[in-house]
């Protein structure tokens, strides 16, 4: 049954979003909703084969696919996951579901198309996280912008079209150079779009750097990196409350899983070279991003700032060299990073979409002591807040957590910013959670709300225990990462010149 | 042996769990039931454990408990180590928490949020657990991090107070600052102790680095276990409240007076203490790590107890004690006298939480009124707590044959040995340090206890002290004191009964304990000190004839006679001649204002920091994302390509210029291909 797994995780949302679009307009909305539901069920189903049947003595591609795709340009459909993908395609499957109910009742118009977005979207970027041949990357890569710029513009907020022509202009400034990038490196290849075969190319120092430039534009924006980050802010703003959570949970990763791909083991004397640069982007963003975050009034611009500091430890322990050698600590909590935020970051939206379902504001003033309304959701917020401040037990602490200590055994005071993020994150996130949460009742909008429904009871109840499980027990994530990791650092300290 | 641990670290979580999930089904009376029933199960195997550890049964136990991560071959894995030092903690801990357990059914029986609390204290007895059982440095940072987290949300259970909000977010962030260089600490311990974070890997390496010097800035060897040791030590600054990281400590008071006592006196705050003492394999091989910690302690142990004596809130007066203590604890720390320091974490949380737990039982007697000049003559109306306040008080301030008399008294002993740089101020600061607290715990003693009875006559300048609480129908801590028609009342038996048991320890262990404690050789290897370089404890023994010598040898020597000369000035001041305190602080207002103002650090810290930190911010904000980077970079390209486009749209308009377009696109095109063959060269 493992031959199509890989397929059947990419095309069986999307065959579910088509069948969920088929009901048409809205007189069938409940219709909808219950196929969407039964397509993320099916997907995060087909998925978790892939965690069950992986192969943890195994560092390679595993699920391998491939048939021939374009031959005039010898492009493969060739899918393959590693103990790195896997996990994001599981995260993904995972957080489609969450969405799915999220929206449930929150989004009244349209709804066969809101859901039916999501779906493709998720078919996508498990395409994305699959794909083993470049172009077949380049298009899934671009295909689940396009669900998510109808997300944004459809079901967006007031200022919806300045936020996705940002998206579009920055997105647009890199992807276009990475398809150069291929497309050079089809030629060297001897006219392949293998990414494995990429990986074993020799190229020169100089034009590695000029196909890393190529990479980090693209890759860096979707991270993203200081300081091609101001997209963010305004994407997760007017963005509805699903669009945020798969916004942060999966887009935002496939910027740093593309510096993992293609950029470290294609480039690593490149890679090598301008560590320092990324090491420094990566700082600013934990300690500029972290302050930034402190000073907001809106709490959806907060926690996505919140994301862009917390992005920045993923970058920072992806490029945590010690001379030709990336420091394992640091990589394997990049990767942890990465997965938590996921859920941590989608919980965290989640919660600020459940006041706005509420009173229609994500000003912090417009609220106070909605714990005195709400405590049951008062006590999940409090469990997500920490785990965005990094308290141990959540899976908030493990990867930044990992990064520090790989940052300590390089250099002291690569950990000493990073480190800061203990304060500024507590800061950040809990000052926003008293001004809102905590105190008298604030105002007759906050005086009506009422405590969550079942269903949202359920959405949160599921983030808390992923939050908590991998707290306690990230060894379930880290077991599979091990030997690929170890092959990945392996392969990028061989020097390709 | 690992079921039985983990049945004593398990039970209280059992009880949290329940009551804090299901409080609203099981109703309140299961709700502490449970939660008690869990504690007490810990407290009894506790018991059983010590015993084991002092008659000499028990075997040290050190074994994981399941795999929490591996990385690099290196397995970190949650994991149990008890020996005689986690035996004393476990003891402490929990005895102290089930009584608080019984206690807060009593002062929290109209609270709304009863459930809620039990589940929080139950919750920080397994954190706390945890903290002092762990094998290891992650797990030690767990529980370092949970007991800070419950912390938290006690501080602010009263969430509806701006003052409680406000308290609890200081105290995390304070917190997490120790935190920052505590991790630091743990990561400098990974990167070059072996790779391994278990205790016993890390303590087997160190001797080989003794000598070892890192670079931290370049250019300048430092010792490495210096460096290491001190970060470390700022997360012992953080917990245990060492000056300057001690700011957190006295706006606790905002939490319910419970917690008070078992988290910011008698338990989480001495874990500091602890963990410095559990390191003691590392923290001997550093003496510039022991003399910052000497002067640490010194300056909180003196500074901090002046403060005392300016407050007139009684669980600030408490508060402010607890930290002049904890700088004593540290003090021993650094004079290489653990063992003493653990002594002293004893006998401490028994008298400390008398002492809480007693104010507590005023404030309830009081109605909710603070203010110890709204007090006096309260032993007529509330005997227990009255006598029980006095036992806390001999306790403290070091009367013989009371328990802080052996264990305070062998701390400036210890200092005084030391050969240490710091050593010197220290001990001075410990002597001043006797008198001060005589004085402010008898001031304390005096005003509530005896004199007029006030609560009559101050009716008013105790209701302008209350501005700041409106929300006093629902909360069971509002200030809302006295009626002119009503008197103190004696609390009810779950109060008081707390108190009798918390004193017979505060009277008696000290004088059972030191023997075996501190000269018996029962801590044997879960403390190392280097009798060589830190000979004191050595010198200390041969010093020692017994608890009944102690006595007789405190009289002639300065502290008991300290002792004595506070509690006199206090009863002068306060009982005789009233007016002499004014009259100090008229011609001294300068330096009353300077303590009133407790130094005027958290103004500082306020400035400083929380404001320096918006401002840059702000600074970040405003002018480096929206204006350097969206304004001019962003917005800029996006009108750049507007313009541009509205050239190409003008190009359009006739024929004669679809020419030039074609040929515009032409040349891209022509540029692109050429740039992409630059490339591919």
């Not at chain 1, 990073?418 to 906050?446: C, E, P, Q, S």
């Not at chain 2, 008081?496 to 059972?512: E, H, K, N, R």
Request: charged share 10%.
């Amino acid at each position: 049954m493992f031959e199509n797994l890989l397929s059947l995780t990419v095309w069986t949302p999307i065959v579910a979003g088509i069948l969920v679009l088929a009901t048409g307009g809205d007189q069938r909305a409940a219709l909808a909703r219950w196929i969407a539901l039964a397509g993320a069920l099916a997907g995060l189903a087909v998925s978790l084969p892939l965690y069950t049947g992986f192969d943890n003595l195994n560092g390679g591609m595993q699920f391998v696919e491939m048939k021939p795709w374009i031959d005039a340009l010898n492009i493969h459909y060739h899918l393959g996951v590693d103990g790195i993908s896997m996990l994001f395609i599981i995260l993904n499957s995972f957080t489609t579901l969450m969405v799915v109910a999220a929206g449930w009742q929150v989004i009244e118009k349209r709804v066969a198309q809101y859901m039916a977005a999501f779906l493709i979207m998720s078919g996508l970027i498990n395409g994305a996280f699959a794909a083993l041949d470049a172009i077949l990357f380049y298009v899934f890569f671009e295909g689940m912008l396009i669900p998510m710029y109808l997300i944004i513009g459809v079901w967006g907020g007031p200022r919806r079209v300045y936020a996705s022509i940002k998206f579009f202009l920055y997105t647009l400034l890199g992807s276009l150079l990475m398809l150069v990038a291929f497309i050079y490196l089809y030629f060297q290849a001897g006219k392949t779009f293998d990414i494995m075969a990429f990986h074993d190319l020799k190229i020169a120092l100089s034009t590695q750097i000029l196909l890393f430039i190529a990479f980090f534009l693209s890759f860096a924006v979707k991270v993203p990196m200081w300081p091609v980050h101001t997209w963010l802010p305004d994407a997760h703003v007017e963005a509805p409350t699903g669009g945020s959570m798969v916004l942060a949970a999966i887009t935002l990763k496939i910027g740093a899983y593309g510096f993992l791909r293609f950029a470290l083991p294609i480039l690593p004397d490149a890679s090598r070279e301008l560590a320092p640069f990324m090491v420094t982007l990566s700082l600013i963003a934990v300690v500029y991003i972290g302050l930034v975050a402190l000073v907001q009034t809106d709490m959806k611009k907060l926690v996505a700032y919140s994301s862009i500091s917390h992005m920045g430890f993923v970058t920072l322990g992806l490029f945590m060299f010690a001379g030709n050698n990336l420091n394992q600590w640091a990589v394997e909590g990049a990767l942890v990073q990465m997965v938590s935020h996921g859920f941590v970051s989608a919980a965290m939206f989640f919660c600020i979409g459940v006041m706005y379902d509420r009173v229609h504001s994500r000003n912090i003033a417009d609220y106070g002591g909605v714990a005195n309304k709400m405590p049951i959701f008062a006590a999940f917020m409090m469990l997500f807040a920490m785990a965005n401040s990094g308290l141990p037990a959540t899976s908030g602490f493990v990867g930044e957590f990992m990064v520090i200590m790989g940052a300590v055994q390089v250099n002291f005071w690569f950990a000493f910013a990073a480190a800061t993020t203990l304060i500024f994150g507590a800061a950040y996130t809990l000052w926003m959670y008293k001004r809102v949460i905590f105190g008298d009742v604030a105002n007759d909008h906050v005086a009506e709300m009422k405590d969550v429904n079942k269903r949202e009871f359920l959405i949160l109840a599921i983030l808390a225990i992923t939050v908590l499980g991998m707290g306690l027990f990230p060894q379930a994530f880290v077991a599979k990462m091990h030997l690929t990791v170890n092959d990945l650092i392996a392969h990028v300290a061989q020097s390709k010149l | 042996m690992m079921s039985l641990y983990l049945l004593i670290a398990l039970s209280p979580l059992v009880g949290s769990i329940i009551a804090g999930l299901f409080g609203w089904a099981i109703g309140r009376r299961a709700a502490h039931v449970v939660t008690i029933l869990g504690v007490a199960v810990s407290a009894a195997l506790s018991l059983k454990m010590l015993h084991a550890f002092l008659t000499g049964q028990a075997e040290v136990f050190n074994a994981p408990v399941y795999t929490w991560l591996t990385v690099g071959g290196y397995e970190f894995s949650v994991g149990f180590l008890v020996d005689s030092l986690t035996a004393i903690m476990l003891v402490v801990v929990t005895s102290v928490s089930l009584m608080v357990h019984i206690y807060t059914i009593g002062y929290m029986q109209e609270d709304p949020g009863y459930q809620r609390f039990f589940s929080y204290i139950s919750l920080f007895t397994f954190s706390m657990l945890m903290l002092v059982m762990s094998n290891n440095f992650i797990q030690l940072f767990f529980g370092w991090e949970a007991v800070g987290l419950v912390s938290y949300l006690l501080i602010g259970f009263w969430f509806k107070r701006p003052t409680a909000t406000f308290a609890n977010l200081k105290a995390f962030l304070v917190n997490r600052v120790g935190d920052f260089g505590f991790l630091l600490g743990i990561g400098l311990v990974l990167a070059y102790f072996g790779g391994s974070l278990n205790y016993a890997d890390v303590f087997a390496a160190a001797p080989a680095l003794a000598s070892k010097t890192i670079q931290i800035f370049p250019g300048v060897e430092w010792s490495l276990l210096t460096v290491t040791c001190i970060l470390l030590f700022v997360g012992a600054m953080g917990k245990s409240a060492q000056f300057p990281l001690h700011v957190w400590l006295p706006d606790s008071m905002e939490g319910p007076t419970p917690i008070s006592a078992l988290i910011h006196a008698a338990t989480m705050v001495t874990a500091g203490i602890f963990m410095v003492s559990r390191m003691s394999p590392l923290f001997e091989m550093s003496d510039t790590a022991l003399n910052v910690i000497l002067v640490a302690g010194a300056i909180t142990a003196l500074f901090m107890g002046f403060l005392g004596v300016v407050q007139n809130d009684i669980k600030r007066v408490v508060a402010y004690s607890t930290l002049s203590q904890l700088g004593y604890m540290t003090v021993a720390l650094g004079a290489s006298a653990y063992s003493v320091a653990m002594f002293h974490v004893m006998t401490h949380a028994f008298f400390k939480a008398l002492l809480f737990l007693a104010a507590g039982s005023v404030i309830i007697g009081m109605h909710h009124d603070q203010d110890m000049r709204n007090m006096g003559g309260l032993r007529k109306y509330m005997p227990i707590t009255w006598i029980t306040s006095l036992v806390g008080s001999l306790a403290l301030i070091g009367t013989p044959f009371f328990s802080g008399f052996y264990s305070k008294d062998s701390i400036i002993e210890a200092v005084s040995t030391s050969h240490l740089p710091a050593a010197g101020f220290a001990q001075f600061a410990l002597l001043a340090g006797v008198f001060v607290t005589a004085f402010y715990s008898f001031r304390m003693y005096f005003l509530v206890f005896h004199g007029k009875e006030r609560w009559m006559e101050n009716h008013d300048s105790h209701h302008a002290h209350d501005e700041d609480h409106e929300d006093e129908e629902v909360t069971a801590d509002h200030h809302h004191g006295l009626s002119p028609d009503e008197t103190p009342h004696e609390s009810p038996w779950v109060v008081t009964l707390p108190l009798v048991l918390l004193a017979i320890p505060s009277v008696l262990v000290g004088w059972f304990a030191i023997k075996p404690l501190i000269y018996g050789g029962f801590f044997k290897d879960s403390i190392h000190i280097d009798a060589v370089r830190h000979p004191g404890m050595t010198e200390l023994a041969e010093e020692f004839h017994g608890p009944l010598a102690m006595v007789t040898h405190s009289l002639t020597t300065l502290p008991l006679w300290l002792a004595i000369a506070g509690v006199v000035t206090a009863w002068v001041f306060y009982m005789k001649a009233p007016q002499i305190p004014a009259k100090i602080k008229s011609t001294f207002a300068p330096v009353n204002t300077l303590l009133e103002k407790k130094y005027y650090l958290d103004e500082i810290y306020f400035a400083v920091f929380a404001k320096g930190s918006r401002a840059l911010g702000t600074l970040f904000w405003k002018v480096g994302d929206m204006l350097l980077i969206d304004g001019l970079i962003v917005n800029g390209t996006a009108k750049l390509v507007g313009a541009f486009s509205g050239v190409v749209r003008k190009l359009q308009t006739g024929f004669i210029y679809s020419y030039a377009t074609t040929m515009i696109v032409g040349v891209l095109a022509l540029v692109t291909i050429w740039f992409a063959q630059l490339i591919l060269r």
